[in-house]
């Protein structure tokens, strides 16, 4: 083989192995028994206020601090059932379904569901 073949085979090879890890890390969140969760396993839930406000999140300053928003990247864009949100801040945050999505500062570990029904507010994001 020449040297020009075995540099385009290195780097097909290259972008093969990488190119699963980018289509992952692309995605805002995952399925995980049955729940939505965030690339670190932390539970994901929705907010009820929410619910008749198309595109925006009702929970912010205090609330936000307990129930911390998947945030987005401000240039990220919208990716089959996943939205963006411009939050009141004006930074992004991602919603599945046109439902915002939230962590919450009581689960401490990957799997955790203390949030689940909460003041009856707050569900575990479930996939459609």
Known sequence: MT???LTW???FTTAALLAPGLAAAADPAMEKDGMLVDHKGMTLYTYKDD???PGKSMCN???A???PPLMAAKNAKPMGDWTVIKRDDGSMMWAYYGKPLYTF???TKAGDKTGDGMGGKWNIAKPE
Do not use: F, P, S, Y
């Open 51 to 53: 619910e008749g406000h």
């Open 105 to 107: 500062v009581k689960d």
């Open 3 to 5: 040297r020009h073949t």
């Open 61 to 63: 300053d205090g609330c």
């Open 9 to 11: 085979m290195a780097l």
């Open 65 to 67: 601090k307990n129930w």
